[in-house]
């Protein structure tokens, strides 16, 4: 509330400032909050990161960013914010199935050099890249309400919405609030969500051999196993395992564990030791039927939640913040309202035609490559020798993983200067 007792209104209101709705919220802001006729943009964060000092330990919760991700992020004005000292460029992907090893001509190898890139992405700490996006929000005049959001109520001309700090007024709420969204729950927007039985499990580690510039995965016939590089030379490991085995895992000793990933990994990278406690992170597939509703838009997992494996949770939500962004700005030249039905039907359409496709290749993926044992899961594994033999094929996945395919938002194809 204002010192006068009035309810503050917003033009737009982002609920959470994670990666994906601080990096909307900065789009937004650098577009129309700075525009001729100005919006008023803010964001609902009730705990927002400390910046990440060049000397702290490198956290276990890290994302692959894409080509596409980092466009977004510079053009959010976020990129210039992250510590090139945190941040490790991977140069070549390589995939390999369980019976086979994991240097063997079978091994699948993607790697930056066949299309001319100088890499494949970025590791980097979600945290890291959140208190960027946020730093990169208020630096162009954002407004971060540090409250969390309790309900809202959507009339046809605005939304009211509840939070810890007391009540406001909007035209748009963005609910980024995570795959239990109170704001898609508020706005009644169903959504469909299934587990996966699975467990990931995150840690960082050091190897007796270096990454190599490279993200390392391996299909198991119980999960998955990826080392991610990092910027000090350790590595992050997402190790994606049934329940039973996940919870084994967690109960072992740390030296039996170390044995155990040693031999999940084929020794890729030597032998292994632990330099983060580990953490259990349970898996879930969801989907809402509906992307928006009367004044209300969901981006990131909010939205949608897909398996860990391809590493495409993040860079799809911040595609979402993208192409929100340039749906609203190109009804603002219009001088439609922000939370008015055609932008966000636009927006609604575009990401739902762009992520159903990618959620059934990479449950495709999970099914008969990390899982399978059958005649479809056999003919999956001599298919990535297939793809290994073809530099056609192989620039086409690249392209797909740095995701520079698809219909694109103009931040994703080339870094935009919004300001």
Not at 87 to 108: F, I, N, Q, T
Not at 218 to 242: K, Y
Not at 360 to 374: Q, V, Y
């Amino acid at each position: 509330m204002s010192e006068s007792g009035a309810m503050d209104h917003w033009d737009v209101l982002v609920v959470g400032g994670g990666p994906v709705g601080a990096c909307a919220a900065a789009l937004l802001q650098r577009s129309l909050g700075n525009a001729r006729h100005p919006l008023r943009i803010a964001v609902l964060e009730p705990s927002r990161p400390p910046p990440g000092a060049a000397d702290l330990p490198l956290d276990a919760r890290v994302s692959a960013l894409s080509r596409a991700s980092e466009h977004i992020l510079a053009a959010a004005g976020a990129w210039e914010f992250i510590a090139r000292e945190r941040l490790s460029p991977y140069e070549r992907m390589s995939v390999w199935p369980e019976g086979l090893p994991a240097r063997s001509p079978g091994a699948l190898t993607f790697d930056a050099a066949c299309v001319g890139e100088p890499n494949l992405g970025y590791i980097a700490e979600n945290r890291t890249v959140q208190w960027a996006a946020l730093e990169a929000f208020e630096s162009a005049g954002g407004t971060v309400i540090p409250a969390v959001f309790s309900r809202s109520r959507i009339e046809s001309d605005y939304v009211e919405v509840e939070t810890g700090a007391g009540s406001f007024k909007c035209a748009l709420i963005v609910g980024a609030d995570g795959a239990r969204s109170r704001v898609r729950e508020s706005a009644g927007l169903v959504a469909h969500a299934a587990s996966y039985r699975q467990t990931a499990i995150v840690a960082n580690v050091h190897t007796t051999l270096p990454h190599e510039s490279t993200a390392w995965q391996r299909f198991l016939r119980t999960g998955t196993l990826a080392f991610l590089p990092l910027a000090d030379g350790s590595s992050s490991i997402v190790w994606s395992a049934d329940e039973r085995i996940a919870a084994m895992l967690l109960a072992m000793p740390r030296e039996r564990f170390e044995e155990e990933l040693l031999r999940a990994s084929d020794g890729v990278l030597g032998t292994v030791e632990l330099c983060t406690d580990r953490v259990a992170l349970p898996l879930r597939r969801m989907s809402a039927e509906r992307f928006t509703a009367g004044r209300c838009a969901l981006i990131g997992d909010a939205a949608h939640v897909v398996h860990p494996l391809a590493g495409q949770g993040v860079n799809l939500g911040l595609l979402d913040a993208a192409a929100l962004q340039e749906c609203l700005c190109d009804a603002h030249r219009v001088g439609e309202d922000p939370g008015a039905p055609g932008p966000l039907r636009r927006y609604e359409r575009w990401r739902k035609s762009e992520i159903a496709p990618m959620a059934l290749s990479i449950e495709a993926f999970n099914r008969f490559l990390a899982h399978g044992a059958g005649p479809l899961s056999r003919l999956a594994q001599r298919g990535l020798s297939w793809v290994n033999r073809s530099e056609e094929v192989k620039r086409f996945f690249i392209t797909r993983a740095l995701g520079l395919a698809g219909e694109l938002p103009a931040a994703a194809r080339v870094p935009v200067d919004l300001s």
